[in-house]
């Protein structure tokens, strides 16, 4: 991808007409016979740990040349869990691709282990998080891989795709799922987007061929997909009802950012605005009762 056009997805820009539709495509399935939209997996923590390197009880040996150490990862796993049991119950499962795609040819997060956390609210909202964008790299370094996990909360996705207390294995067919996916992937590809974030406070970006996604296009209402076949976002803002700030990782501060979604008439506002447009949007939806959440029966405020 272009650095320009890369820019151009991160602050609201459209994206350059040859560029490719960037829905992340589906993780290889399991069998021949699986279901074609099983792009994740739900797996235990202890099997989640093994794919980054962890184990039940770690080895007092050093962690092999080019490997983040197990007990940071480990350390750095436990902080997460206790942000998130802050927030709501937190799943025992999680939502992982069957074949991670940073081992072919996808953008790659700290570790090879990419998953996704879910995290059930008393308010009966879902939160969906990413789980690894934290983790220490592999390659080594002294920070906690790109310093934020993302997330995505919302009050009413159908119950099909919900689940219950205890199974996770529905939202791995849902829109909140292939969206984070997506933006977890523009942030990896980026290098990360901490420095974007501390100048910027909030920023936008939308996501072209809608069309050709998996879930989006057939959960989330015409409303919020433009003529043009994309979707909007918002990275960073409003804020949350509950701290983003991790600070007692092992290596460095870890932030929550959430991941808003934003109506078609509200891109088109800040695709004809400015960053002073983008912020009257966010400063408008944190008014809204939805807040951050991405509720899609939400009314449009524009």
Known sequence: MALIDLIRKLFGRRPAPSQPAPFIPEAPAASEEAAPEAIAEAVTEPEAAADAGKTAEPEVTAAPEGLAEPDILQRSAA??????????????????????????????????????????????????????????????????????????????????????????????????????????????????IEGQLEHYGTLSMEVPGVSSSHAIKDQLPEGFVTADDAIGILIGGPAPDFTTLIEDMPLSPVRIVPVVLLTAAELG??????????????????????????????????
């Open 79 to 192: 902080r997460r869990d206790v942000f998130w049991a802050g927030v709501g119950d937190v799943e025992g499962d999680v939502l992982t691709h069957l074949i991670s795609p940073g081992l072919t040819g996808g953008p790659a997060w700290p570790t090879t282990r990419q998953a996704y956390r879910v995290i059930r609210r008393a308010v009966g909202s879902i939160v969906m998080a990413t789980d690894g964008l934290s983790d220490p790299f592999d390659a080594g370094g002294d920070t906690n891989g790109f310093n934020l996990e993302l997330f995505v909360e919302s009050t009413d996705l159908p119950a099909d795709f919900a689940g219950t207390p205890g199974d996770v294995t529905p939202l791995g067919r849902s829109w909140m799922l292939e969206l984070l996916q997506n933006v977890a992937g523009t942030v990896a590809g980026a290098g990360g």
């Open 269 to 302: 506002e800040i695709r004809a605005g400015d960053e002073e447009t983008r912020e009257a949007i966010v400063a408008r939806l944190a008014a809204m009762p939805s807040r951050h959440r991405s509720d899609i029966s939400r009314p449009s405020i524009v």
